[in-house]
């Protein structure tokens, strides 16, 4: 369930990232799309890195305790071998799961004004619409 709710909280990251990169006036396009990639890039790196330790690690034992005792407490205090195997189990159904998020959202762009145009009319010359919007 954390692997989705990181890729959500990811796509949401991404698309403000984008927006605010983009509000920005760079001289060149291609310097705006690299601070976009390596904007994009560092913030889903860090936000899957980050959110990951703090679900699994459990800080009640450390200091400040007025922060400490608002985590979750996860079940690992420290790693150990199997944190690896759990810990590193979350981050590559992460790491898949980003991974292929690029062609759904190509493949569901394609698909959906297809199957729009299907339900509309079997005759590609008649429509049931009587407005372009």
């Not at 990251?13 to 690299?34: A, H, P, W």
Request: proline share 4%.
């Amino acid at each position: 369930m954390i692997a989705f709710i990181i890729i959500a909280f990811n796509l949401i990251l991404k698309t403000v990232i984008i927006k605010l990169i983009s509000s920005i006036r760079y001289d060149t396009q291609s310097e705006m799309l690299s601070q976009i990639t390596n904007g994009v890039f560092i913030a889903q790196f860090l936000n899957t890195g980050f959110v990951l330790l703090l679900v699994n690690s459990n800080m009640t034992e450390h200091s400040p305790k007025f922060i400490t005792r608002y985590i979750a407490s996860g079940q690992f205090r420290d790693y150990v071998p199997l944190w690896y195997s759990e810990v590193g189990a979350k981050i590559l159904q992460t790491m898949i799961i980003n991974s292929i998020m690029p062609y759904v959202t190509l493949a569901t762009s394609c698909i959906i004004p297809k199957v729009m145009i299907m339900r509309d009319s079997k005759d590609p010359h008649k429509t049931k619409k009587t407005s372009m919007a």
